[in-house]
Each structure stands twice: as structure tokens, then as C-alpha cells.
């Protein structure tokens, strides 16, 4: 998925779109600006929140203009569904709720079908040190047929060439009630709106805010984050252990690397070939460096404790990233965050950054 580079050639004039019925059929969305208009939104972060709060704008206000700005080469952020030798790996969210899904859905001209999840998937269990705990499931879980990242691509087609992707923010100001934001890459560029939303990771929207609090730019350094890492295995389901349900996590306090286990494939349908099963564990590092052997190790090990049993899998996959973490830190920075969300007109924060829960 990369950006169209289509943008030029759609242009909007007196209010109407230049090449009216093409650019209409193509791209039902919000229209990009002529270069050096002052646009009346940029929204910064292309993640589920991002994406979200430009399709409720451009249903709000259609003729306005907007830009949605963010430095990875496809929409959707942390959230990202690979395919992998007949298996579907999440590399972030695994599922959404109703809740979620409706918010992240709402303002999509055509919104992709959600799936619901297998009926064996009510139930979790929690490893409270020994022995595991059948627990009922919260929440329904909601995916889509082929993966999460079907709705950032839904959210693609509705945006066109409003959405600008391969290009990070690197310094906002604030001049005459209007946010001049310049971007980097090998053209550094300067645009400016009349409003500005961020929908960025907490340390990102601190270090771009800095120069309106003078205390953001110290604490974003300060934040932490720690290694993570996804392993997933795949092969013989029956290989699985023969618990089902949605997953495992360990009892608070549980003294171990594994967070998390989903049973993928027991979830939701198309997660792995017929007769083959699809787990995702997710593991603390100690310090992100371990080869990927020992961290598949570590993960068998406590695969074993959790469970009795000590499958043999064919699929051994390791996807590492960085958990923020949610300490006194963040929550000043969040706080700082807010005070300028409310003090600075046309200044809007979504996201981990305002504390959101999504
Ligand atoms: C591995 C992983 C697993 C997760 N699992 C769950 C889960 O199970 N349930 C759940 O509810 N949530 C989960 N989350 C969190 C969830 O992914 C996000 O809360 C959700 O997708 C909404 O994201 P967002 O849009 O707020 O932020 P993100 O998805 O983080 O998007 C932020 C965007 O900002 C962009 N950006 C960064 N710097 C700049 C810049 N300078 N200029 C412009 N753009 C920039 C990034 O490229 C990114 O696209 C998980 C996150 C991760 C990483």
C-alpha cells in the first residue's frame, strides 16, 4: 500500500471539484489543497484515531479542506495484519469490540463487514500460577474477514489524496491563530491550517508541542517504554492445546515474560489453513537485544508452564515493538497535554496523548 501521488491532479475550485465526476467517483472524500492555501484542517497520525477523526470532519464539513499527514508508507498505524505461509498474523490490535469498531466505522462511506467471532471464543482463561481459570469474556470480539487492516484501507479509499502518507510532522508554531506544521523527508515542506488535531503517540504530540509548554519537551524524554515482542506459532491444530477459548493471560502480580496468549485460529475463522491452528504469545523482554531464538524459547517455556503442554509448531514468527509505559510520567505529560488541548483554540489532542481509551 503506498500513497497514490494522485493529488495534483484533483483539484477543488469555487467549491467544487475540478474534473467534478471523476474526482467524485474516485475519491467521494475530502479534497487536497492548492499549494500554499491555508487549509482549514491537518490532522497529524494516520492511526484507527487519526483516520477516524478525519472521515467525522470531512462528514461534518465535506467542502472543507483537510490533510491527513504520517510517515509510514500505509494508513492504520500500530494496527498491521500480515500474511504469512497460509496464516494471518496481527502485528497490533488482534480484535476490536463493538464499541470500537462502531466509532472507528461510523463516518466510513463504505465500511467494511465486520465478522463476529467463532462460538467457542465466549470464554478466556487466567494462569493464576498453577492452574487455569475459565473466565468469561468481557467483550465480544469483532474482526473483519481478512484482518483488521481492512478498515485502514477502507479509510484510504473514503480519504484519496487527503491522506499524505511518507511524510512525518517535525516542528508545529503557532502564528496569527493559524498552526504553520513543517515536514520533513527530502523536500521539507511547510503547510498551514486553521485547525490542527493530533492523533500522534504520547512522545511524538510532547516533543511537537514543546514549544507551547516549556515542561513537555524535558518530559518527553523522560518517557519510557520496554521491549516487547509477538510470537506466533502455527502448525498441526492438533497440536493445540485442547483448552480453546480466546486466550490466556497470567493473574495480576504472576510472576512471568508471557502477557498474553490468543488462540488466533479458534478466534476467528480464515486466521490459518483448514487443520492448522494460529497462536500469538506476547512476551516482556528483558532487554529487546535476545536473538530470536531465545526469545521462541521463552515463549515455548512458558507456553508449557501455562498450559501442561509442549506443542511442535512449523510457524515460528517474532515481531518485536515498544509498549509505552503508563507511569507518573506519562500521566503528566498527558495532563500538560489536555491543559493545551482546552487553552489553545483550533488545538485538538485524540489518542494515547489525551489518555483515550479506544
Ligand atoms: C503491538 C500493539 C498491540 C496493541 N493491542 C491492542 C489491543 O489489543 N487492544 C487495543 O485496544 N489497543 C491495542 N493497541 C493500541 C492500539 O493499536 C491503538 O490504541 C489504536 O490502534 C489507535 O491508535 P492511534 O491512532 O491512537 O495511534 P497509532 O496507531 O499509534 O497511530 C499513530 C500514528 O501517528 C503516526 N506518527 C508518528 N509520528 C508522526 C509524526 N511526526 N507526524 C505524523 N504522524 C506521525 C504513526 O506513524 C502512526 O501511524 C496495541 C498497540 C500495539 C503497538
Do not use: W
Amino acid at each position: 500500500m503506498v500513497n497514490s501521488g494522485k493529488s495534483d491532479t484533483f483539484r477543488r475550485v469555487a467549491g467544487e471539484y475540478s474534473k467534478s465526476s471523476l474526482a467524485k467517483i474516485r475519491y467521494p472524500g475530502p479534497m487536497p489543497p492548492e499549494p500554499g492555501e491555508t487549509l482549514d484542517m491537518i490532522v497529524l497520525g494516520a492511526g484507527l484515531r487519526g483516520l477516524g477523526a478525519a472521515l467525522a470532519h470531512t462528514a461534518a464539513a465535506p467542502r472543507k479542506t483537510l490533510l491527513v499527514i504520517d510517515p509510514l508508507p500505509q494508513p492504520g498505524g500500530s494496527l498491521r495484519t500480515q500474511r504469512t505461509n497460509g496464516y494471518l498474523c496481527e502485528l497490533g490490535p488482534f480484535a476490536l469490540d463493538a464499541e470500537q469498531l462502531a466509532a472507528a466505522t461510523h463516518h466510513l462511506p463504505q465500511a467494511p463487514t465486520p465478522i463476529d467471532a467463532l462460538p467457542g471464543a465466549d470464554h478466556g482463561y487466567v494462569f493464576d500460577g498453577s492452574s487455569l481459570q475459565r473466565v468469561p469474556l468481557e467483550r465480544a470480539p469483532r474482526s473483519f474477514r481478512t484482518g483488521l487492516e481492512e478498515l485502514p484501507q477502507a479509510c484510504r479509499r473514503a480519504l484519496g489524496p487527503a491522506l499524505r502518507l511518507g511524510r512525518a510532522a517535525i516542528a508545529i508554531t503557532v502564528a496569527n491563530g493559524e498552526f504553520p506544521v513543517e515536514l520533513g523527508g527530502e523536500v521539507p515542506t511547510a503547510l498551514t491550517a486553521r485547525q490542527l488535531l493530533l492523533a500522534l503517540p504520547l512522545r511524538t504530540s510532547a516533543r511537537l508541542l514543546a514549544g507551547l509548554d516549556p515542561h513537555l519537551g524535558p518530559l518527553a524524554e523522560r518517557l519510557r517504554s520496554e521491549p516487547r515482542a509477538f510470537v506466533f506459532f502455527g502448525g498441526d491444530r492438533r497440536q493445540l492445546p485442547t483448552l480453546g477459548g480466546y486466550g490466556i493471560v497470567p493473574a495480576d502480580g504472576a510472576d512471568t515474560a508471557l502477557t498474553e496468549v490468543v488462540h488466533c485460529s479458534e478466534v476467528f475463522a480464515n486466521r490459518a489453513l483448514p487443520g492448522r491452528c494460529l497462536l500469538r504469545l506476547e512476551l516482556t523482554l528483558s532487554n529487546g537485544a535476545e536473538r530470536d531464538e531465545a526469545v521462541i524459547q521463552l515463549a515455548l517455556d512458558e507456553l508449557q508452564r501455562f498450559t501442561g503442554a509442549r506443542p511442535e509448531f512449523g510457524l515460528h514468527k517474532v515481531h518485536r515493538f515498544e509498549r509505552d509505559l503508563d507511569d507518573a510520567v506519562a500521566a503528566e505529560c498527558r495532563t500538560r497535554l489536555r491543559a493545551l488541548h482546552g487553552r489553545v483554540p483550533g488545538l485538538t489532542i485524540v489518542g494515547d496523548a489525551r489518555g483515550d481509551t479506544l
